[in-house]
């Protein structure tokens, strides 16, 4: 006979918001763009416990997620920018049935590979994205985080107005956070778009001499402060998506031994 | 002549709520119970821009720090459980006379030993623990945060009843963090005492086989699963301090190659 | 017109044995198992560059990269366990009528999924691997370094004898590296299984509670010092696969906050 | 009556070269250029284990890390480059009393922070480098290893060839390696001067107008590839020190979103 500890009531009575598994590596496949891709996501997986529970029973998640995996592999799910968001909502219908809770989440961690064109020579490149998306269930209604990373860079504006349109170019990242309904339609691509075109110069994986040229030409004609990079994405997010945004950029800086930071956002924290 | 770009008008107006540096290395001399210590912290320095200004002058920032450096070597701070913060006031109120502003945050990152005696043979052990400071300047109101993050261990509880005693034990590492007024007396080392005591049992640097021998038998007389870790810390920091808490541990499960979570917190979020 | 500064002769003539690109993430599809599966791996390419020659084309790396995974796509290599080594030598291939060097290498550094049952229940559970190949040209031969990095756990022997069969268990991580010529056939998944059965127990993403006892009890049945099992992943591999070894343990003790470690390798270094 | 179960003999008989403690950190007090710092390095310390042995006394290997500390303190150890090894070498005595072996490693990372001159006003910067540094004892003959990393930049030349002098620039990072006879008296301060010097041109954390600009001039003055910076290093390495170096230079190219890496030795691998 099993004896199921986790159904206690504990010595300490506090309710926890947040249980479950985390940092869990596990494969998905999804149709993206009418082809399947096999990703290999970081996942987390919590849901609420009252306080008269002592724990929660965490290989129901784990359930949760491979069932979902094999069902989503037969399903064929259709649209790419809404899978990760699906396949999180498709995980907590499936621990509906397994687990009573309040409040569930389910975060998705992958990265993206799209394909683009290079800027003189038109060859394709394949460029790298970091994308994070969460599902929150709380009582009976359903919200979702997206999140983008992006690569780029900054060529400073202060320098040039200072060295006779010489100045210290880096690496940067941008980082773009909505959160919005489940229903809200938002394709993470349109959002790395966002936040990628709000750069000095878009980067790129290829690089032929040609196209080096036109992005060392396209930095120097577009300085901007890290400042100017958080503000048009935060701008542009706004006239695109509708939810509540949060934006970070971080430039590797080229002249420092540390970083410099630029962040907003637009809801009361 | 120098150009001020900081002080132009962006062609997008945005208000951005946090600018400055990050990842800064530098050297801190404090004197931490009575002696003079060196910490090599990692510092994150941000005020706000409005709308219409374009960006900061960074190296302001630097200088508010390595400024309030020297005079900490020469002022002898004196409490050591409050220094970090006041190191982190201390750099907000040279920046004041520096850069205009009406939040600024600062934030020290740095790692504390601390002796301990061992259980059994009672040796000198010392023991590392991270800790984070931030100081919240908004308007003239300071506050607060307070972080520890402490190394422990979990026997779980689970598997002792369903195993005549025998059970599966991991390394688990607790998060606390205090978020406060500027005032409130709070010691690091009295939080880390917290998040210490609320594991199945401390872990030490130094143990002999009689204490490594006492560290087994204290983890088996006390299964804790990781939410009973979290909500024992919640618990003692609610009647220990003043202000709000937010809860995370982590287990890095010895049956399993994800990590499992307990994360909770008092206030509405 | 171009300037082709790479082929200039430099201040300092100097040879250097590795120049190329790290760190780029892009998608690899190979047939593994005869099903295909897309990988985001992460591509380190490097070659020699002579004394007299100033810098390399680095583009023409990237090039060899993403010719091959195109090729890689049509073709459908075959043996899954070859696959990654035979689209390193590939991309070599393709780097030959490219860009003139004596040496090449290329690593590639990826998860896989593997599918396995639990110890008891017999479910179905998917295990993440981390694994890296590299191949390397010098003149006309090719060599090969094969790595798997797992996760498992140890129950410390010398405790269980000192408490009456109660002991401390923590997770730790076992890397085993053979170095081999380009045509030895050697499987990742069976160097995954050499090091994985060498713990006190593998450990599982799903664990049913009759399949964690299984576990528990395997764990006290199986002591093990981080010594004993970098030894029996040595042994087993010399009785395994033809090449030299090298073998690296590090166990997460869950009574220190640091970390233990056992190295051992069968070559002069 | 304690077991010592590491006396045993093992199942399987295989000499293993390095078992021991990593990630241990702890307290360092050392008396560097006439002034005592704390540090807080991070320690692995490993011995070799005959085949005959099962395993290891850890414990023995910590206290030999604190007994050499309690002294360290006394001792008021003289000069600056040479303490890290000293305390290396300090702790090897101290464990050679404890424990029988023929090999011995203490290897001890940490940060350094060196007082610098901003290029044009003159202020006082303060720098942060990571070193490490490695005693290894074989027999009765001492080694050591030191290692520095230091933050710097590139301005591209190939670009700035087919751009009318503009051309991208980004964050560097080198490190040098140098392996010699113990006595050899080689400080790690010149050792980073010879990465820093180095690139297109060194960073400062503080940097006031007119220094910025002194660097934005410095770069575009000192064009560098990476594989520029690696073949200075070496060869000012070679000039300046006795012993078998190693140079690793990694460019985080601002166009694109991975790395530039060039990798030279001067002795056989």
């Not at 649209?79 to 389910?106: D, M, N, Q, Y």
């Not at 936040?195 to 930095?219: C, I, Q, R, W």
């Not at 006239?239 to 800086?253: D, P, Q, T």
Request: aromatic fraction near 6%; proline fraction near 3%.
């Amino acid at each position: 006979m099993i004896v199921e500890t986790q159904e206690e009531k504990p010595a300490i009575m506090e309710k926890l918001h947040r249980v479950g598994i985390t940092n869990l590596k596990t494969v998905a496949r999804i149709n993206w763009k009418g082809r399947t891709y096999t990703f290999i996501p970081t996942f987390e997986i919590t849901i609420d416990v009252p306080a008269e529970k002592k724990g929660i029973h965490m290989s129901r998640l784990v359930e949760s997620i491979t069932e979902t995996m094999s069902e989503a592999v037969e399903e064929e799910v259709r649209r790419a920018h809404t899978s990760l968001e699906e396949l999180g909502r498709c995980i907590i219908k499936h621990l509906e049935g397994k687990h009573p809770h309040k409040r569930a989440e389910v975060w998705i961690k992958t990265t993206l590979i799209l394909e683009r064109e290079t800027p003189a020579s038109g060859r394709v490149t394949y460029e790298p994205y970091d994308v994070e998306v969460g599902v929150i269930k709380e009582g009976n209604s359903f919200e979702k985080v997206l999140r983008v990373k992006v690569i780029g860079n900054t060529a400073c504006p202060h320098a040039m107005a200072n060295n006779n349109g010489k100045t210290h170019i880096q690496r940067a990242v941008g980082e773009l956070e909505v959160r919005t309904t489940f229903e809200e339609r938002i394709a993470l691509e349109d959002m790395i778009e966002v936040v990628e075109s709000s750069f000095s110069h878009p980067t790129y994986t290829l690089l032929k001499t040609v196209d080096e040229n036109a992005v060392v030409k396209g930095m120097y004609r577009n300085p901007k402060f890290v400042e100017d990079v958080a503000r048009e994405i935060i701008h542009k997010a706004k006239r695109s998506f509708k939810g509540k945004f949060h934006v970070k950029v971080i430039s590797h800086e080229s002249i420092h031994k540390h970083d410099v930071i630029a962040e907003t956002w637009d809801y009361f924290m």
